[in-house]
Each structure stands twice: as structure tokens, then as C-alpha cells.
């Protein structure tokens, strides 16, 4: 029986989902973990992670986490032969990166214990 057309989308956004999220991942540990960063190496590494990338189609992504992944690869790609110090595009990469994470983990852990409506029943 073959997959419904809905099936197949679905099953491609996941999969560019998850090369997006694989880039980003490399990348981050890359910037990281490095003790000698160098422009050379860094395009080397932009270049072993777009292999990947490319080879799944890019889709239409509406959710804004995933908006901002996709947009926060695409600036790294657009740091691929920059003349910029390699030290403030680590710098620049990661805060955004951070700041990606406390966006997800902002909309994930919420803390109730300040909200009013949990006591009113004790009145």
C-alpha cells in the first residue's frame, strides 16, 4: 500500500527538521570544543556539514522555533568565506544559539507557582 501524499510531506519536513538540527549541532560543537579555530577550518567544517544539509529538499517550515533554526543556519552558512575575525563569528554564533535554546526552554519549563489561580480555592 503506498503512503499517502500527507505521509510523505510529513516525512520529508522531518527529515529537513532533523538536517537542520544536525548542522546546527555540528557546527555549535565545533565553535565550542575548537582550541585552534582558523578561517580554513572553519569553511572545511561548513562545507562537511552542508553535504548533509543539501541533500534533503528544502521545505516551507510556519513553526517560529523552527524558523529561527532555519534562519540562524543560514546565517552560518553566510559566515562561509567572510573576511569577518573568526573569533566574533564564534562569538556571534554562539549567543544566537544560546539564544535559541532559552527561546525553546523558555516555551518548555513554565513555573506556576507566582500565578494567582492556583490559590483561589484555599479562600
Known amino acids: 500500500m ?3 501524499q500527507k505521509a510523505v510531506n510529513n ?3 522531518l527529515r529537513y527538521i532533523r538536517a537542520l538540527e544536525r548542522f546546527h549541532k555540528s557546527m555549535v560543537s565545533y565553535l565550542s570544543n575548537t582550541q585552534e579555530l582558523s578561517h580554513e577550518g572553519f569553511n572545511k567544517k561548513i562545507d562537511n556539514a552542508l553535504k548533509l544539509l ?3 529538499e528544502e521545505i516551507q517550515i ?3 522555533e523552527l524558523q529561527d533554526l532555519q534562519n540562524l ?3 552560518i ?3 562561509k568565506d567572510s573576511d569577518e575575525d573568526i573569533d566574533n563569528i564564534k562569538e556571534e554564533l ?3 544559539s544560546n539564544q535559541l535554546d532559552k527561546s525553546k526552554n523558555a516555551k518548555r519549563y513554565k513555573k506556576d507557582k507566582h500565578t494567582n489561580s492556583k490559590f483561589d480555592d484555599w479562600d
Request: charge should be positive; glycine fraction near 4%; proline fraction near 0%.
Open 2 to 4: 503506498a503512503a499517502s
Open 62 to 64: 510556519y513553526k517560529g
Open 73 to 75: 543556519v543560514k546565517k
Open 11 to 13: 516525512a520529508n519536513r
Open 94 to 96: 554562539l549567543y544566537s
Open 54 to 56: 543539501n541533500r534533503t
Open 77 to 79: 552558512i553566510s559566515y
